[in-house]
């Protein structure tokens, strides 16, 4: 075992002995939540929890940011992945990679720059750019996930992921490309996978929140030949299945600047939409 592996064990470990606390106490991003939230993620997973559009059991995920829904709802989609593409490593975590049908699968992890930990070891594939202009060739890949990445496409990714000033910007609309992009180096009939925060409209410089006038622009970019999108809302009482008009005035949980703090112990995004855009 490397000296960042066993380090990368150590933390996890640590923050299993701080569960307790978190369960006593919950508190987003506190000790023990990544082992609190790794354990409800992988239950929902493997209990297909969002399988046939189910609701989520009551008090589902408080306290827990959106990965609780995002996860779950991408994996009840991905019966037959062939060739995928993650974009936004998004995936690239030990505990998602092992399970089926990711584990073993011909995968393709892509962002922009390289992350402290990887697992090429284990036949999976890195490749770091730009996702509004890719390396790929036309009609690549079968499946196409990109799990609240969009929001970030375009905007500031010096301050948390790159430390590079060029990838400063500015430019709301930098998604659109990536979209286009996406339907491009997809196969006919292939399935893309995209998830953003959802509420009322909100610029956070390092990324953005998606109204249903947003949501729109992303179908329309991507031309699927079929679309459908799912909306989940967070309340003190956790996660549910909720309406694009219910969730329509949400808001977010910056937990960089505290905006949007709140005694509902939201973690990040109050709302997240889930689109399924079949090429």
């Given at each position: 075992m490397s000296a960042s592996d066993l380090i990368h064990e150590l933390k996890w470990a640590a923050d299993g002995l701080a569960v307790p606390l978190f369960k006593l106490r919950p508190r987003p991003f506190g000790p023990g939540y990544q082992t609190v939230k790794r354990g409800i993620i992988t239950s929902a997973i493997d209990a297909g929890l969002l399988q046939a559009g189910k609701d989520l059991p009551p008090g589902y995920g408080i306290a827990m940011d959106e990965r609780v829904v995002e996860y779950p709802w991408v994996y009840s989609r991905l019966s037959k992945v062939?060739?995928?593409?993650?974009?936004?490593?998004?995936?690239?975590?030990?505990?998602?990679?092992?399970?089926?049908?990711?584990?073993?699968?011909?995968?393709?992890?892509?962002?922009?720059?390289?992350?402290?930990?990887?697992?090429?070891?284990?036949?999976?594939?890195?490749?770091?750019?730009?996702?509004?202009?890719?390396m790929f060739d036309d009609q690549v890949f079968?499946?196409?996930?990109?799990?609240?990445?969009?929001?970030?496409?375009?905007?500031?990714?010096?301050?948390?992921?790159?430390?590079?000033?060029?990838?400063?910007?500015?430019?709301?609309?930098?998604?659109?490309?990536?979209?286009?992009?996406?339907?491009?180096?997809?196969?006919?009939?292939?399935?893309?996978?995209?998830?953003?925060?959802?509420g009322k409209r909100d610029n956070l410089g390092w990324y953005q929140v998606f109204d249903r006038a947003m949501i729109e622009r992303i179908i329309e970019a991507f031309g699927?030949?079929?679309?459908?999108?799912?909306?989940?809302?967070?309340?003190?009482?956790?996660?549910?299945?909720?309406?694009?008009?219910?969730?329509?005035?949400?808001?977010?949980?910056?937990?960089?600047?505290?905006?949007?703090?709140?005694?509902?112990?939201?973690?990040?995004?109050?709302?997240?939409?889930?689109?399924q855009l079949t090429a």
């Amino acid at each position: 075992m490397s000296a960042s592996d066993l380090i990368h064990e150590l933390k996890w470990a640590a923050d299993g002995l701080a569960v307790p606390l978190f369960k006593l106490r919950p508190r987003p991003f506190g000790p023990g939540y990544q082992t609190v939230k790794r354990g409800i993620i992988t239950s929902a997973i493997d209990a297909g929890l969002l399988q046939a559009g189910k609701d989520l059991p009551p008090g589902y995920g408080i306290a827990m940011d959106e990965r609780v829904v995002e996860y779950p709802w991408v994996y009840s989609r991905l019966s037959k992945v062939g060739k995928m593409l993650d974009a936004g490593s998004t995936f690239n975590h030990d505990y998602l990679l092992q399970r089926a049908p990711l584990r073993g699968a011909d995968l393709t992890i892509m962002t922009l720059a390289p992350e402290r930990r990887c697992y090429w070891r284990d036949g999976y594939s890195y490749v770091f750019g730009d996702l509004r202009k890719t390396m790929f060739d036309d009609q690549v890949f079968d499946t196409v996930a990109s799990i609240s990445t969009i929001e970030h496409i375009g905007l500031d990714n010096q301050m948390l992921y790159t430390g590079d000033p060029r990838d400063a910007e500015a430019d709301r609309d930098g998604f659109v490309p990536a979209v286009k992009e996406f339907k491009r180096i997809i196969k006919p009939g292939g399935v893309c996978l995209i998830s953003v925060p959802y509420g009322k409209r909100d610029n956070l410089g390092w990324y953005q929140v998606f109204d249903r006038a947003m949501i729109e622009r992303i179908i329309e970019a991507f031309g699927p030949t079929s679309s459908h999108v799912d909306y989940f809302g967070y309340t003190r009482n956790g996660w549910s299945r909720q309406s694009a008009e219910a969730l329509a005035d949400a808001t977010i949980h910056d937990v960089h600047s505290g905006k949007g703090r709140g005694d509902d112990l939201a973690a990040s995004s109050r709302a997240v939409a889930c689109l399924q855009l079949t090429a």
